[in-house]
């Protein structure tokens, strides 16, 4: 396992990427890249030709949704569409990446997976966020993140215990725990083998589930009496069996361990019981063990020596960016429902670890295949077989998420923009007083776009959490549970938030194409700010049909609807 | 160990054979595997035109004061037992009118749920399993939702009417998805954003459609799936829920009925309950609050079951009269029962051990009682069963066999009712 200190995290980005591009030598001597052997080991599995390159529109707002998780603003848009460089797909990527935006995306997508829209009883939301946006702005590597995550407990101060948050929300209930440590972490949902060897995957075994819940049988959810704040206790001893409900009388017994590898035994323990002890159970007190099972969890899980833990991670980000996993569903990992590519899945998880988890790395050679740059428009007469998904023939198809559906309607109808410009003035206000030589500071200039971010983002947090409540999955439920219902609908054609930001005020979009005399020019601005892409001449045609219809008195309510029209449309409500 | 056997395994069924022994051969060997793919079941459930409304007793209503009185005895409490429409079968005098319907109904008084808490009785009684770590099972309305109701329905597969707040929550779905989640109406209230904002006129929000119907085209010609099919689709659900949005609306039924149903929540609920069904609703639940009766039992069963006679007897007598029992899968139930013992405060206390529900409608029985306690209520002495039974009689009344026909869902194969159970045969007609 590579030794990582916590300094060293906080170092540069540019100087992590540089350290791990030397790990990585060795991979580098196979002479081609990774993108491309994805690619290769993709289309020799394909019978004809796959899905045409994406239109320019169609990449730039792919790659916005997937690594920004918002649509381009219009200026954006027009500057991506209007660039002749044949290398600025790969610019716009390489760009994405650096934003802080794309920290914020991942802070989005790994709180709907790890905490599956739990509540906020015991770590404030606004903590956990925190930790995960730093995590994934300082791109942490993932096995890192993943111990840190699994090794707190709860009794950290305040400041640093969110991580718990993922523990602590579940009730520190070892089962539920079990459970989701295997699926989000093991891609194994271990689910039906808690009474029995799974009845219909052969590959689960009870002694999967039990070795898992091992490390958790000894501890328990305590509440600190004086803060009230909830941590793990956990005891010195305490065995984990189990019996099968189909043969009651042979019980076994499971040290801590993952799958199939060693158990990992307890160290000889003192005879008398207290010296077990860092601190003895006790009325409402934490009981400490010398020797904790708890603390063996992050390492034993998030390390090289677990191929299930790599291949899970690899799988999760192919699934992120290509709408599908090669493992699907995403937490069914077994010889019965094997990979859409084997050989691919095997290169991908080598490849994060050889890469030491670097998920920006990682994301990048994703980026920048030619399978991710495919058009979601199958190829004309392509057979049933090639517009499978699993073929990854024609590009994935994936409604937004409730975060990506909040900040692009926000983006699309001018209400970010509007935030933003009055964040910069405000931190322009702020600034005023300083010295020449501190407003000139590099690491003041460099931090700014995260301030301008973070600021927008506190302003419009609130919006997207009605989101979260109509678009998301319910608690404890991944959001692939998710599908389209009519108050989803109604949500977006009445709804007072929606109705609110399509009403021409100030600079917002509506008030913007309100204000165009020329009917046959609202077209073009309306379609670059909403799908990011120029209109055809039949929508064209379509807008000044529209707008004359309705005649001039009415052009403001005609734009609202023109607009409304197209951010409920389905080339907006899916990442496509 | 408690397992909560939340997955669909043949060994499940295997063992229970086995377990039953020769009992099986009846039916089990007879049904085979010949369950219903999921193709063919969803086919066939919507052919059936089948619906459900629950009457959910909140708290724990009182079996003694109402579907299994022991009058004269100590633990029967002050009220008496009245004959019914039934010939034999007495209920509480607190259900006068309720006792002419009887013919309709089914008692089942043999249950024993083991189970005394609020919250795991409620789950048990909705879900048809007992609560376990790391899994949450739909309830029966998200249930209903998913596979009962038409799939392009422009009501919500599954509405909740009940005093307090209203709200659209996918929790009771699990992992079937939000989309089969409860539609609350709270306090009968119709649904938020069913009418179109004040500044756009019924031409300009059909104008504004026509448009996205257009743009939705050009986008999904070339690359339609089922995902963008169902998207475009829930616009056509929203703009027929806005058009029958009176169908939310009580005030719209006659007021002889309005009358005849009582001037209190519970009436005006079970009435708006009716017009819902009518109109079509898969899944009606209503919420009468509150039966937990800890203090003055009898006092409070008095006005409760009061109401509920009232509400409940009109509704039945209505459905039959419209011939909308014979799909129309009726329950009456609640988290647990009350103590044959009265305590100190006359109020009688959690009860799970032996207590009753009513059935009617779809697949039911009538006017027959199943299950018997003893002379103090203090036991079942005939024909007991579990809240799990009672959750697989429901399915089987409503034209699914839990034991043997398929569910999936994303395609992951699941048990709809746990299957070491079986349903109350007797209860079935």
């Known amino acids: 396992m590579r030794p990582m200190v916590p300094g060293a995290l906080a170092a540069p980005i540019v100087l992590m990427l540089l350290a791990s591009g030397l790990r990585s030598a060795p991979a580098a001597e196979a002479e081609l890249s990774l993108h491309e052997r994805i690619d290769r080991l993709i289309e020799a599995k394909l019978d004809a030709p796959p899905a045409a390159p994406a239109t320019d529109g169609e990449f730039l707002r792919r790659a916005y949704l997937d690594l920004a998780g918002t649509i381009p603003s219009p200026e954006e848009a027009r500057a991506f569409l209007d660039d002749p460089s044949p290398y600025k797909r790969d610019r716009l990527v390489d760009r994405l990446l650096e934003l802080p935006s794309y920290a914020r995306r991942m802070q989005y997508v790994f709180d709907a997976t790890l905490l599956e829209r739990r509540g906020d009883q015991h770590v404030p939301r606004a903590d956990w966020e925190a930790f995960l946006l730093r995590c994934f702005a300082e791109n942490v590597p993932y096995d890192e993140f993943v111990r840190r995550i699994l090794e707190a407990d709860g009794s950290e101060p305040p400041e640093q215990r969110a991580p718990a948050k993922f523990i602590l929300e579940r009730g520190a209930d070892p089962d539920l725990l079990t459970r989701d440590i295997g699926r989000l972490f093991l891609g194994r949902d271990l689910q039906c083998a808690q009474c029995h060897d799974h009845p219909l995957i052969e590959d689960y075994k009870q002694a999967h589930y039990y070795g898992l819940r091992a490390f958790l049988d000894r501890t328990s959810l305590f509440t600190d009496p004086k803060t009230s704040r909830a941590m793990l206790a956990e005891k010195a001893e305490g065995e984990t069996t189990f019996q099968s409900v189909f043969r009651k009388s042979v019980t076994h017994t499971t040290a801590p361990r993952i799958l199939d590898l060693e158990p990992i035994a307890d160290p000889e323990l003192p005879e008398n019981e207290a010296e077990r002890y860092e601190v003895a159970p006790a009325k409402d007190v934490r009981s400490i063990p010398k020797y904790s099972r708890f603390d063996q969890l992050a390492p034993s899980l998030a390390s090289d020596d677990v191929d299930a833990f790599s291949r899970t991670i690899a799988n999760r980000l192919w699934a992120l960016m290509m709408k599908r996993g090669l493992v699907h569903p995403l937490d069914l990992d077994h010889a019965d429902n094997p990979p859409s590519h084997p050989e691919l899945l095997d290169l991908l998880a080598n490849s994060i670890r050889a890469m030491d988890y670097d998920i920006k790395a990682f994301l990048r050679e994703l980026a920048r295949t030619r399978a991710y740059r495919r058009s979601s428009e199958p190829p004309p007469g392509a057979s049933e077989d090639l517009v499978e998904p699993s073929r990854f023939a024609v590009a994935g198809l994936e409604p937004l998420s409730p975060e990506q559906l909040a900040w692009s309607l926000m983006q699309a109808l001018g209400v970010v923009d509007a935030h933003r410009q009055q964040a910069e003035a405000d931190l322009d206000a702020l600034e005023a007083d300083l010295c020449d030589l501190c407003r000139e500071d590099r690491d003041r200039i460099a931090n700014r776009p995260w301030r301008i971010e973070q600021m927008v983002h506190d302003r419009l947090a609130g919006n997207v959490r009605g989101f979260v409540q109509i678009f998301g999955a319910s608690e404890g439920q991944p959001d692939s549970s998710v599908e389209s219902s009519v108050h989803q609908a109604l949500f977006l054609s009445n709804g007072p938030l929606v109705q609110s930001w399509l009403n021409p005020s100030g600079t917002n979009l509506t008030a913007r194409l309100a204000a165009i005399e020329d009917p046959a020019a609202v077209a073009e601005p309306l379609y670059l700010a909403v799908l990011s892409r120029r209109p055809s001449e039949e929508e064209r045609a379509e807008v000044v049909s529209y707008l004359e219809s309705r005649g001039a008195d009415q052009r403001a309510a005609a734009v609202r609807e023109l607009a409304w029209a197209l951010v409920t449309c389905s080339e907006f409500r899916f990442d496509h | ?429």
């Open chain 2, 1 to 429: 160990m408690r397992c909560s056997y939340s997955c669909r395994s043949i060994e499940h069924v295997l063992s229970r054979r086995s377990f039953l022994g020769g009992l099986a051969a009846g039916f089990g060997a007879a049904a085979g595997f010949a369950g219903r793919p999921m193709g063919a079941l969803a086919a066939d459930l919507q052919r059936g035109g089948y619906q459900i409304l629950m009457i959910y007793l909140a708290g724990g209503s009182s079996q003694l004061e109402t579907w299994d009185p022991k009058p004269g005895t100590a633990t029967g409490g002050p009220f008496r037992a009245i004959e019914t429409s039934v010939p034999g079968v007495r209920i509480s005098e607190l259900l006068p009118k309720t006792a002419q319907q009887m013919h309709h109904l089914s008692l089942f008084r043999g249950l024993n749920t083991s189970e005394d808490d609020h919250g795991k009785g409620h789950y048990l009684m909705h879900t048809g399993r007992r609560q376990a770590p790391g899994v949450e099972h739909p309830h029966l309305g998200s249930l209903a939702a998913r596979f009962l109701a038409p799939e392009r329905d422009p009501l919500p597969g599954y509405i909740h009417i009940t005093p307090g707040g209203g709200g659209f929550s996918g929790k009771d779905a699990a992992f079937l998805g939000p989309k089969y989640g409860a539609l609350t109406l709270g306090n009968g209230n119709p649904p938020v954003n069913a009418d179109r904002p004040g500044s756009i006129g019924e031409a300009e929000d059909l104008a504004r459609h026509q448009l996205r119907m257009r743009l939705d085209r050009r986008f999904d010609t070339r690359r339609r799936t089922a995902e963008t099919e169902a998207y475009t689709a829930t616009y056509d659900q929203a703009l027929q829920l806005m058009e029958r949005r009176d169908v939310f609306d009580v005030t719209k039924e006659p007021t002889r009925d309005q009358d005849r149903y009582g001037s209190h929540d519970l009436g005006r609920h079970c009435l708006l309950a009716r017009r819902l069904l009518e109109a079509g609703a898969t899944f009606v639940k209503v919420t009468h609050s509150n039966y937990d009766t800890h203090n003055e039992n009898f006092d409070f069963h008095l006005e409760q079951v009061g109401e509920f006679d009232v509400s409940f007897s009109a509704l039945i007598a209505d459905l039959a009269e419209r011939g909308m029992l014979d799909r129309t899968l009726v329950i009456v139930n609640s988290e647990f029962g009350r103590t044959p013992n009265i305590n100190q405060y006359y109020g009688r206390d959690h009860w799970s051990k032996a207590w009753s529900v009513a059935l009617a409608g779809a697949g039911i029985k009538r006017g027959s009682v199943v299950g018997a306690t003893n002379e103090n209520g203090t036991e079942v002495v005939d024909g007991e069963a579990h809240g799990e039974a009672l959750f697989h009689t429901y399915l089987r009344a409503i034209g699914i066999d839990p034991v043997i026909d398929e569910f999936s869902v994303n395609g992951r194969a699941f048990q709809i009712a746990d299957p070491a159970f079986y349903p109350i045969e007797d209860l079935l007609a």
